[in-house]
């Protein structure tokens, strides 16, 4: 089985060059299909779920070219499938976007119904809620979805939680509907911007992306754009961490400070010290590094994609932290991991209660998610002495060139054959 052999126990220090935003790039990409037209898109991550995006849209009947390592050329004229069979789709939550990407061109559209992450139920009725008020019916709400219109018309959506998804697949379904739509409630992370910019670059009108209410004018015409994605605030952030829990200085670059600042403003309080520039930060290490208390909110709160490496690298700080999860419901199966490694963790339902130990001990582990996989990485980089990493197929799907960031940043850390 693939996984990672870690000697951990000396610091991650150096600077790292954050790639682009996963969760950005698969709306985006996604988004071509609505635009009936050629985008460049540059700043896309080599990861295996933008891989998997680009072999959805090639199912679909997209020309789809490759033209370096992180800029793809897609033609969707040629896109004349409306339904999403892919195998592999089924793997990625994110092919739900295919559902609002496809419904504006055809009148129809259907996915298998999507999986991702192992982080308990993941509905999706605000997904389907809004096709409703935006003159679909839809079908088959198990196994797959299918949604088909006779006439898509703009509408009034009040979501009843704030859902990255919902939103950003509100805007996709929008962009072509009859008039104006008007979602309220709606999620406000950067993807939901940048997904935002690329439509209106490619002729969109869409007003208040990263506000509370996002209204959308429905167009016919699109025209091609040359497009990139925004910086993986996520990716940044574990790295950031990973810094600091292993007595490292780390610079950050190639980000966008702004999209960081919950997660700058824990470090801070934790008592590391932050030099922020106009697209880079340095963290340096905490003196005495404290405990704190984490509560993962939507956006510009501290972020749930964050919890499981900042969780990390509260193990060793002095005194006890608190960190609330309040948007999944699972997001807590990788603290059996850092207890097998000497951590002290109760975890209550929402609430996992953390007091500091002096260190980490080397151990099996295994990704239980992509940020959990992400946190097993800065485990075993804390911890002195050889640690090994299974499951590694989560980390890969959302961090690009992991194994070589986290070597130059000297980590002594390589991919093997693990039985
Ligand atoms: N929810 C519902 N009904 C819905 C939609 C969501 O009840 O119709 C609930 C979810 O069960 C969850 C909460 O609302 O409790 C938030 O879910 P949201 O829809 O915002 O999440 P998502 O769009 O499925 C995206 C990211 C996740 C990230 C969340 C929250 C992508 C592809 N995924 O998921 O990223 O955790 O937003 O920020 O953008 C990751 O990258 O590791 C990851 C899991």
């Known amino acids: 089985m693939d996984g990672y052999i870690v000697n951990g126990g000396r610091p991650l220090s150096g600077e790292v060059e954050i790639s682009g935003a996963k969760n950005a790039a698969l709306a985006v990409l996604a988004a071509t299909v609505i635009t009936d037209t050629v985008s460049v898109i540059d700043n896309v991550p080599d990861i295996y779920d933008v891989n998997i995006t680009l072999e959805i849209l090639r199912d679909l009947g997209a020309r789809v070219e490759k033209i370096g390592k992180n800029s793809v050329s897609i033609d969707t004229r040629s896109v004349d499938r409306f339904d999403v069979v892919h195998e592999k789709a089924r793997s990625m939550r994110a092919s739900y976007y295919f559902l609002g990407a496809l419904i504006g061109r055809f009148g129809k559209a259907g996915v298998v119904l999507p999986g991702g992450c192992n982080l308990g139920p993941r509905p999706i009725d605000q997904h389907l809620k809004m096709f409703k008020l935006l003159g679909c019916s839809v079908e088959g709400e198990y196994g797959s979805v299918t949604v088909s219109t006779d006439r898509l018309t703009g509408g009034q959506v009040f979501f009843d939680i704030v859902s990255v998804g919902a939103t950003i697949n509100g805007i996709l379904t929008a962009v072509r509907a009859e008039g104006l739509t008007v979602l309220e409630n709606v999620a406000k992370e950067p993807h939901i911007v940048d997904v935002a910019n690329f439509l209106n670059a490619a002729g969109a009108d869409i007003r208040g992306a990263g506000t509370d209410i996002i209204k959308i004018r429905g167009v016919k015409e699109f025209k091609s754009v040359h497009y990139s994605v925004v910086p993986d605030q996520i990716e940044a952030g574990t790295y950031m961490v990973a810094g600091p ?146 499951d590694i197929h989560h980390v890969e799907r959302g961090y690009e060139n992991v194994v070589d960031k986290m070597r130059a940043l000297g980590l002594d850390i390589t991919r093997a054959d693990i039985q």
């Open 245 to 390: 829990a292993t007595g490292g200085k780390i610079k950050v670059s190639r980000i966008i400070p702004k999209h960081l600042e919950s997660v700058s403003a824990k470090l801070e309080s934790v008592g590391c010290t932050l030099e922020e520039g106009d697209d880079y930060i340095v963290v340096s290490p905490a003196k005495t590094l404290v405990s704190t208390t984490i509560r993962t909110m939507p956006h510009p709160g501290f972020p749930t994609d964050m919890q499981p490496q900042f969780a990390t690298l509260l193990c060793t700080a002095n005194g006890t932290s608190a960190v609330y999860e309040n948007i999944w419901d699972s997001r807590f199966r990788y603290t059996d991991e850092l207890v097998r490694m000497g951590a002290d963790i109760h975890v209550d339902g929402k609430v996992a209660v953390i007091s500091g130990v002096p260190r980490l001990y080397p151990a099996q582990l295994r990704c239980w998610d992509l940020r959990a996989g992400a946190a097993m990485i800065i485990a075993a980089a804390m911890a002195e002495g050889v640690s090994t990493i299974t």
